[in-house]
C-alpha cells in the first residue's frame, strides 16, 4: 500500500475555511494518500503582531513536509504588513509561478472558446526584489534585479514543464528594447535554452504587444515564460479571458518546496455564506496532487470537476441562464463532484496526467562558466540638486573632474540634459552625473571615486547614491 505523504494545509480567512473543507472533502473521497498538518496563517497572526502574518513555529512544519496548500488570506487594512506569498515564496525558494488557464466553454462564459495556456512567472526576482528609496523631494526608485542564475532557473522550468506535459511551444514575453540589459538577460538566456530543446517551437514577443495579441488570441500560445511583474499582471488576465479568476489554480514550484492555493481573495463579504466557488483551490490541489506522484488521484478529481461543470452544476459566480442547470453552493458542489468521482466529461477534454509528472528536473545554468574580465571605469553620482539649470550644473560638475576622472554627462529623470541638452525637457530635482576615466581605455580605483564624492560634499552638493560603471570582456556593463 502507497504511503501517504505530509502535507501542510492553512485553512486562511474569509472563504477559505469553507472552500478548503470542500477540497480536502473532495481529495479523501478521491483516495488522495495524504498525511495533514495544518497551521494557523493570515488575518489573525498579523492582527496578534507578526507583521509577516505566518508564526515561526509554521516554518517547522513548512520545511517538514516541503508541500503547502494553502486557503485565501486576509491581511489587514493599514500599513506595516508584509505579503504572505512573496515570504514564503521568497523564504523557501519557491522561482516557479505556474497558472494554467484554460476556458471551459460552452459551460462558462468567455470569448475565448479554445484557449489553453499556461503562464509561468518567475517569481523571486525583477522589481518584486522590493528594494525602494525616497531620494528626493520629489524622487522614488525601485530597483529592477534581474540575475542569470535566476533566469535560467525559470526558463528551464517553462521548457521541461512543456516536455512534460506535452505542449508543443514556449513563449517569452520581455520589454528589451527597452530594459536592454535586464529584460534583455531574461531574453538571450531564454535564447540559449530554447536551442537546447529541438522538439519544442520558441519564440519572443515585447511585452506590451505579446499582451494584447495574448487577450486577443490567445490559442496562438501554449506555455509563456515571462520576468514577475508582467508574468503577475498577464497571468491574471489570462485567467478572466479564459472564463473566471475564480476557477484558476495556482502553484509556486522550488528545488526543496512548492505552494498551491487559488489565486483569487478570501471575499470576506462571502464567508460564511456556502456561495463560495471552490474549483480555484481544488484545481491548486490538483497541480499538487501530480506534483507529490499521485497522478491517478489528480486524473479522478479533475475529470469529476470538468464533468460536474459540463453537467451544468454551478455556483453563483458562473451560474448563466440557459447554460447552467442547477446553482448550488459551496457544500453541495463539492458533493457534486464526489458524485462524479469515476466519470469522464462528455464534451470537454478528458484530462491525462503522466507518473513523475511534477517531478523537480535540472535548473543547472546555460552559460557557458566562462570567467569575465571586470573593470571598473567610471561611476555615476546621484544629486538631489535644486540651483538651477543643466548647464549651471554641468560647468559646476565638471570643475569637479580631476585625478583621472571626467564628467561625461547629466542625466534627469533617464535623459541626458548636459551637454547639449534641450529647453523643453522636464527636470526634476534629480541628477545624474556621470564621470569616466578621462583616458580612453583606462580603469580607475575605488580610491578615486572616494576622492571625487570628497570633491562633490565639499562644494555642498548632496549626493544620495553612486552606481559603479564596469566593463565585462571591454563591454560597458551599463545603459549608454
Known amino acids: 500500500m502507497a504511503q501517504n505523504v505530509p502535507i501542510t494545509v492553512a485553512h486562511g480567512d474569509g472563504i477559505g475555511p469553507e472552500i478548503m473543507e470542500a477540497t480536502l472533502h473532495i481529495l479523501k473521497e478521491a483516495g488522495a494518500r495524504l498525511e495533514i498538518e495544518t497551521i494557523e496563517i493570515g488575518e489573525q497572526v498579523y492582527l496578534r503582531g507578526d507583521t509577516a502574518g505566518i508564526p515561526a513555529s509554521a516554518w517547522d512544519s513548512l520545511r517538514r513536509t516541503k508541500v503547502f496548500l494553502k486557503a485565501p488570506i486576509t491581511t489587514p487594512q493599514g500599513g506595516g504588513f508584509k505579503s504572505l506569498n512573496v515570504t514564503v515564496r521568497k523564504t523557501l525558494g519557491l522561482y516557479a509561478n505556474v497558472r494554467p488557464c484554460v476556458s471551459y466553454h460552452p459551460f462558462v462564459d468567455t470569448k475565448h472558446p479554445k484557449m489553453d495556456v499556461v503562464i509561468v512567472r518567475e517569481n523571486e526576482e525583477d522589481l518584486y526584489a522590493g528594494i525602494e528609496h ?7 526608485q525601485c530597483l529592477k534585479l534581474i540575475s542569470r542564475p535566476g533566469c535560467e532557473k525559470i526558463v528551464r522550468y517553462a521548457f521541461e514543464y512543456a516536455r512534460r506535459n506535452n505542449r508543443k511551444k514556449v513563449t517569452c514575453f520581455t520589454k528589451d528594447n527597452i530594459m536592454k540589459m535586464t529584460d534583455g538577460l531574461f531574453h538571450k538566456v531564454f535564447d540559449e535554452i530554447a536551442a537546447e530543446y529541438a522538439d519544442l517551437e520558441n519564440e519572443h514577443w515585447i511585452v506590451d504587444i505579446g499582451a494584447a495579441k495574448l487577450a486577443d488570441t490567445p490559442e496562438a500560445f501554449d506555455v509563456v515564460v515571462m520576468p514577475n511583474l508582467y508574468g503577475d499582471i498577464l497571468s491574471d488576465v489570462a485567467a478572466q479571458i479564459a472564463g473566471s479568476v475564480g476557477l484558476a489554480g495556482s502553484a509556486n514550484i522550488g528545488t526543496s518546496g512548492a505552494m498551491f492555493e487559488a489565486i483569487h481573495g478570501s471575499a470576506p463579504r462571502r464567508a460564511g455564506q456556502n456561495l463560495a466557488n471552490p474549483s480555484g483551490l481544488l484545481l491548486g490541489a490538483v497541480m499538487m496532487l501530480v506534483h507529490i506522484n499521485q497522478p ?4 479522478r478529481v479533475h475529470n469529476a470537476w470538468l464533468r460536474a461543470v459540463e453537467d451544468g452544476v454551478h455556483t453563483y459566480d458562473i451560474y448563466a441562464e440557459g447554460v447552467s442547470k442547477q446553482k448550488v453552493g459551496t457544500r453541495e458542489f463539492a458533493a457534486a463532484v464526489v458524485e462524479r468521482l469515476g466519470q469522464s466529461p462528455q464534451t470537454l477534454k ?11 528536473t535540472s535548473t543547472a545554468g546555460a552559460g557557458t562558466g566562462k570567467v569575465e574580465k571586470k573593470e571598473l571605469v567610471g561611476v555615476d553620482v546621484f544629486l538631489n540638486w535644486e540651483g538651477g539649470t543643466a548647464e549651471a550644473l554641468g560647468e559646476t560638475c565638471d570643475k569637479l573632474s580631476g585625478e583621472g576622472l571626467k564628467l561625461s554627462l547629466i542625466g534627469n529623470r533617464g535623459i541626458t540634459v548636459w551637454p ?19 583616458q580612453e581605455g583606462a580603469s580607475i580605483s575605488h580610491s578615486q571615486i572616494t576622492a571625487l564624492l570628497q570633491r562633490v560634499a565639499d562644494h555642498g552638493l548632496d549626493f544620495i547614491k553612486t552606481e559603479n560603471l564596469y566593463n565585462f570582456d571591454g563591454k560597458p556593463g551599463y545603459s549608454q
Do not use: I
Open 134 to 140: 525616497r531620494q528626493t523631494a520629489q524622487v522614488y
Open 296 to 299: 491517478d488521484v489528480a486524473e
Open 350 to 360: 478528458a484530462v491525462k496526467y503522466n507518473e513523475g509528472g511534477g517531478s523537480e
Open 420 to 438: 547639449q541638452g534641450l529647453p523643453e525637457t522636464f527636470l526634476s530635482d534629480h541628477w545624474r552625473c556621470r564621470y569616466l576615466a578621462s
